[in-house]
């Protein structure tokens, strides 16, 4: 069951967001819980909006600086 809201989001079970993000176990989302993704309990049901639980996520991807390309002596 969906849950539209006001701002053009919607809420989804935990386990349909989960299998959306790559298939990950509940033990994962609970840690992401503790890091801060969204998510809110309605009648002991959890749930998670779509496009900002997605959203935290593209947040949290590193990018590392590339390597230094060494010069060349002349």
């Known amino acids: 069951m969906h ?3 006001p701002n053009g989001d919607k809420l ?3 386990a349909e967001f989960l299998k959306a993000a790559g298939d990950v176990t509940a033990r994962t ?4 819980d503790k890091q801060g993704c969204p998510h809110v309990y309605i009648k002991n049901m959890k ?3 779509w496009n900002e639980g997605f959203a935290w996520l593209a947040s949290r991807i590193q990018r590392r600086n590339p390597p230094r390309v060494a010069r060349k002596s002349a």
């Open 3 to 5: 849950i539209q809201l």
């Open 12 to 14: 989804v079970p935990d």
């Open 29 to 32: 989302g609970s840690t992401w």
């Open 47 to 49: 749930y998670r909006p």
